[in-house]
């Protein structure tokens, strides 16, 4: 994405992004579906089951993280103009039914139906897991989820919802920006109070395909600010 040359054609856009996403959710959806189950088995105590939700939560944010992730780099921005243009979101899938007949993949969605996944996963997923936040923690959290809801609501332009959800993690004062004495640190170690979450990734355990993404493009970033963003961060204007 930083070189601004994006091709159908790249094979690391089919491998990578959107087939790393898939797998991804994928895996979500089929772990959600037998994690369910679990719920209703008379083999497990209440605080067994509380744990399995807390997992179910979990599996909740990575999908709908995915799903917002492929939103942003397959779809127009939303708006009321893009919201409901036919299959101007991404295709959504909840259940686990692979196959390699291309003829049976599902086509895309609106975009107002991909965000209501997106949005409905989160809220389920701030029900059902009930850690609290911490700095640099490798785990989703509520405050990840929280943090997660704020960035869905600005890109669907929910200015309100966007500020209530940011102010729900700023207020807990469990992160502190980092200053001028430690950016250095926390851009070369990925070490930094103001992380809410860090997902602990190395060429060992890469996530798959999505993992892959992030370390086949270390040192390219992919996005670059405009010059405008830029010049926010002058003191002098």
Avoid: H
Avoid at 108 to 126: C, M, S
Avoid at 184 to 213: C, F, H, P, R
């Amino acid at each position: 994405f930083y070189s601004g040359s994006i091709l159908p054609a790249m094979s690391e856009l089919e491998t990578y992004m959107w087939g790393g996403y898939y797998s991804t959710i994928g895996s979500a959806n089929l772990f959600i579906t037998k994690a369910t189950a679990l719920l209703d088995s008379d083999s497990f105590t209440t605080e067994e089951k509380t744990e399995i939700k807390r997992y179910i939560g979990e599996a909740m944010f990575m999908r709908a993280y995915c799903y917002y992730y492929l939103a942003e780099r397959f779809c127009k921005a939303y708006s009321s103009e893009t919201a409901n243009a036919e299959y101007g979101g991404v295709p959504v899938v909840t259940t686990y039914d692979p196959t390699s007949d291309n003829s049976q993949y599902p086509a895309r969605n609106t975009l107002a139906e991909t965000y209501a996944q997106i949005n409905d996963d989160l809220t389920k997923a701030r029900e059902y897991i009930d850690t609290d936040g911490s700095s640099m923690s490798p785990y989703v959290t509520l405050d990840v989820v929280k943090a997660m809801q704020a960035r869905v609501a600005l890109a669907m332009k929910n200015y309100p919802d966007a500020l209530k959800y940011a102010e729900e993690v700023i207020n807990t004062r469990r992160y502190t920006l980092a200053g001028q004495g430690n950016l250095g640190t926390y851009w070369t170690y990925d070490s930094g109070a103001e992380s809410i979450w860090l997902v602990t990734m190395d060429k060992q355990n890469v996530g798959l395909e999505t993992g892959l993404y992030f370390l086949t493009n270390t040192g390219n970033p992919p996005f670059i600010p405009t010059q405008a963003s830029v010049d926010l961060f002058d003191k002098e204007k």
